[in-house]
DNA sequence: AGAATAGTAC
């Protein structure tokens, strides 16, 4: 910081040259002698340019940098290049770093370089630039070639598990053994990583088993692999194997029984994570994310306050995910007064909080509350997202708003940029059906560029079951038949439901004897709720809960006081 | 200069 106060007292923040090489009006490039360089008189040591650059400057002082390195004729020297290159990557200026790249002073960048614009596009994401740079440096000509090392296959490697499939990872795999790579630590996670984001488990682990050196990324990784691909006995087995865990191993084991939906054991494995003083570990963000959203998928009102008070009195930073997460797991658990709460104490709220009390408020009923709050959201000037949409029309299918919901439906594309995917159809037309258009419902469903899915059908039988319509009922039960086909799916309940509310108690029974026939364990619904910290798991005629004889006698009472 | 994790909907 110092240097540059001392630059700006030379005066060199003045210089407002235009090019972008040194803000002159020639384009042309390399040719120093073509630039007019403003402020000849200053004179910078070559000592001072290299100290400068080496902290990484911001944009405008590393511009000036760059104008005195051109009229001290120093833009052919390796050492200077390379920390531009460096410095325009680390600012992710690509365009001046690539000048710089692909003119660089003969024969060609050494390695270094090469991986530091491949890393850099690599954090792109999204990006293929990286493989075009690799395959450049591939076919570079045999006289000025230099050869990819094992930094270069780490971010290669990485850059193929962002790909959308494993083509170019196999290939890269092949070039890595080739190369004699394999059992290098570093290209080893990632490639561990790499066939873990693809789910494709049996190489992943092929990988870890070859490694002579492994350290907990690899472990991790490979758990990570089993958990993304619901193999969670094999996630666990390998979970305990490890010598050692860290916070980050912990919320991969988490997350995993999250992301296939095993919330109980979300919080057993919580409760463990407390419980091992060995791994010296504490909850991260995300373990406490996906705790929450445990808790809100299981109604567990008193494990959600719980984790809400260890955040609270751990002075835990209540970030955008905490608080969206804890927002959705109050309203989940029938709180929606402390889902309030803590949304309106979020100073300025981000899509994702206001996604989560939108969507929280419409399972809530309250339809009118959150079209307020998505007011609210764009007099904020904040973007809806895709899934901000998807709840305003839920809350609008809740509530029976159906102009409003017509109208955010029919403009979210323009206003937004959003266009409307399946699940927005699925929930417009749920929100026709409910209100009874249903002739306008199967004329949105007719007109859809998408192929209607299960989702969308499901909710026209089940308008069609609400309103008594027969005819239109019997025409979609054989659309939902001929898609049942390719798999099973809860349309089958509907499908009864909609015979039972015309009196067909046959053709009830005859479904109902199909889905018998087919039903696996994990197929059959089931349905929790929270009492005194304790959750009750009830399944379809239910007779392994304890008290079940208690809980059918009050349903019984019920069920003579309602009728 | 390097590798692993998370929320909101259906």
Known sequence: MRLFSWLKAKHLTDIKPK????YCSTTTFPAVSQHKIPSQNIHITRKE???????????????????QILTQALSSTAAFVNSLIHCYLHIMEFTSARLLFFHYPLP???????????????????SSESFSLFRLLLNLDPLIRVHPDEYTFTFIVTSCAHQRSIVHGKIVHGLVVKNGLESNLYVGNSLINMYAVFKITDDAYKVFDKMTERDVFSWTSLVCGYANNGE?????????????????????IISGFAGNGRYMEVLVCLNEMFCAVEDKVRPNEAVLVCALSACANLGALEQGNWIHAYIMRNDILCSSNISTALIDMYAKCGRIDCARLIFNRIPRPDVHNFTSMISGLSYHGLGEDSLTVFNMMLDKKVNPNEVTIIGVLNACSHSGLVEEGSS?????????????????????????????????????VKSMQIKPDIVIWRALLSACRIHRNIFLGNSIIDFIKQLNSAGPSGSEVLLSNLYASLGNWEKVSEVRKAMGQRKTQSDIGCSWIEVNGVVHEFRVADKLHPQILEVLDKLNELWIVLS
Request: with cysteine; hydrophobic share 40%.
């Open 232 to 252: 969670m006995d094999q996630a666990c087995e390998i979970f305990y194997k490890m010598p050692q865990r860290n916070d980050v191993s912990w919320a991969v």
């Open 408 to 444: 955010i439906f029919y403009n979210m594309e323009t206003l937004w940029g959003l266009k409307p995917q399946i699940e927005h159809y699925g929930c417009y037309v749920d929100l026709l059906g409910r209100a009874g258009y249903l002739e306008k419902a199967l004329e949105v």
């Open 108 to 126: 060609s960048p050494p390695i270094l370089i090469w991986n530091l614009i491949i890393r850099t596009y690599c954090k792109l994401q999204n």
């Open 19 to 22: 090019c972008r090489i040194c």
């Open 49 to 67: 340019l290299s100290k400068l650059l080496h902290q990484r400057p911001p944009k405008s002082q590393l511009k000036q940098i760059h104008a």
